[in-house]
């Protein structure tokens, strides 16, 4: 690890001016994810911007919305009796993810912000166009088996490694920030970005800005919705797919259908014109196998992740069967009903 | 004249912790881990090393009573926290109820993923999600173990969990 200087802030508009006024300088909070880069050099900030003593960790629902803290630790947020009845879509995903003890220290801003775990990004002796910009991609053509399938470029074809996300950018969340030019609200779906010809770039955040919190609107799915996350084994391992489904159902019709998917892209893959499309036809499986396609429409595999193109929309139609029957994955048992 | 860099990364800052019942002022530099400053400077090496990164669950410690991995913890961000690390939990001589199920269920071979797996269990159990032995396993996924003791290690738990639920 390189060596660097540090800073306690004591107010998020320190913080941001910090991090704004010094190009190499970066937050930490949890530290699960920037330690582990640190270790590896892929990541060498000169100095490390602690947010930890800052006064946003509540978890609290807010005229009828959740407002989790940017601070607030995954584990805190997963297990909250708040989020447990209204937001179980949000538990799910969060409690499929990592271990606890990761959980436990892990917060909610530092889980979006996570970077990805493609091979190549991790090793700084071989070509990563996110991690050093022109150097090329050596995912492209290379050991491709975790990598997407959907919205790649040819500069990158990395995944966003969060189930945490993938839930929010189904359930409509909105992150809030704070930065030099002062506070605004970023929907979910313009929150991560795709690689295009910039894949350094994970997120939209602006240099100097700081996620403080993120607000999910109240839903009305019940216990219509599932997080089905396929991986290696059946702990503690980063999804090959995974699909966040929530259904409001008219009788046996499609009321609203809202799905996001893990594992595929750059970021939490979601098509609002397709959900558009199925309001109101019947919830069955032939419709999800037509739902399926429509959102997995243009897929394209690099080789050893060419399984994904049949994963992915077979995971869709189990998990919309599992969402429309009211049954959602179990993330401890882990057979797929 | 020596040209200094615009930035030097910093000495030893102090910070003080207070590990298994004794507070300690200490001097960190910015970049030592937890796990480091343990087995390094303080000489607690029941805390094991194994892969530095987060994935092996060996270095599982009790930060404020929650089990975290203290390999990906900087010291420096504790200042002010409580840690419990496996030379901490026996009371009064007494072992932890943990350690003397792992004993009684045999729940280890080498013994290097002990202290992180006994350290994990107790967190388990002040969290009080795992009733049954399918929750056991899953939420003690964070630690490895190589010898592949992981039954006995389920029957340790689940040992110790029946009799705090009776």
């Keep these: 690890m390189k060596r660097f200087s540090y800073l306690k802030a004591r107010g998020v508009a320190e913080a941001a001016q910090a991090l704004a006024a010094d190009p190499q300088a970066q937050i930490i909070a949890g530290g699960t994810n920037i330690v582990d880069l640190m270790k590896y050099d892929v990541t060498c900030p000169d100095t490390i911007i602690d947010i930890n003593g800052l006064d946003l960790g509540d978890i609290a629902v807010v005229e009828g919305s959740l407002r989790l803290g940017a601070l607030a630790t995954n584990a805190d947020t997963a297990y909250h009796e708040a989020v447990q009845s209204g937001w179980p879509l949000l538990s799910s995903a969060i409690l499929a993810g990592a271990s606890p003890q990761l959980r436990n220290a892990a917060t909610n801003g530092g889980n979006m912000l996570q970077r990805t775990r493609c091979y190549y990004f991790y090793d700084p002796s071989t070509p990563c166009n996110k991690r050093r910009p022109g150097s090329g991609c050596g995912a492209l053509t290379g050991v491709n088996r975790i990598h997407a399938i959907l919205g790649t470029s040819e500069s990158c074809i990395a995944v966003h490694p969060s189930d945490m996300a993938v839930s929010l950018a189904a359930l409509d969340a909105v992150v809030s920030v704070e930065g030099p030019d002062g506070q605004r609200d970023i929907a979910f779906e313009d929150f991560h970005r795709l690689p295009g010809d910039h894949p350094e770039a994970d997120n939209t955040l602006k240099r100097g800005e700081i996620v403080t919190a993120i607000t999910v609107p109240a839903n009305q799915f019940g216990q219509n919705h599932t997080y089905l996350k396929l991986r290696d084994r059946l702990s503690y391992a980063f999804a090959l797919v995974s699909v966040a489904a929530a259904l409001k159902l008219d009788g046996d019709r499609i009321g609203t259908v809202q799905v996001a998917l893990g594992g595929v892209a750059h970021k939490p893959w979601r098509r609002k014109d397709v959900e558009a499309q199925f309001v109101g036809q019947p919830a069955n499986r032939e419709t999800f196998v037509a739902f399926a396609s429509a959102l997995t429409e243009g897929a394209k595999g690099y080789g050893q992740n060419d399984f994904k193109l049949d994963l992915a929309p077979r995971a869709i139609v189990r998990a919309l069967e599992q969402a429309a029957a009211g049954t959602p994955q179990s993330q401890i048992h882990k057979v797929v009903a | ?166």
């Design chain 2, 1 to 166: 004249m020596t040209i200094l860099p615009t930035k030097m990364p910093q000495a030893r800052q102090p910070i003080t912790l207070q590990i298994n019942g004794e507070t300690r002022e200490l001097q960190v530099h910015p970049w030592t881990t937890l796990l480091d400053l343990l087995r390094e400077q303080l000489e607690l090496t029941g805390t094991k090393k194994g892969c530095d990164h987060g994935q092996c669950g060996a270095c599982t410690v009790l930060i404020d009573g929650k089990r975290i991995n203290s390999c990906l913890a900087l010291a420096i961000t504790k200042d002010g926290c409580e840690i419990t690390t496996i030379e901490g939990l026996a009371r009064a001589g007494a072992l932890h109820p943990i350690q003397e199920a792992f004993i009684e269920h045999d729940a280890f071979q080498c013994g290097y993923c002990t202290p992180g797996q006994i350290c994990s269990a107790v967190g388990l159990m002040e969290e009080g999600h795992a009733r049954s032995r399918e929750e056991i396993r899953e939420l003690m996924s964070g630690n490895i173990c190589r010898c592949g003791a992981y039954t006995n290690i389920v029957d340790a738990v689940e040992s110790v969990l029946e009799d705090s639920v009776l």
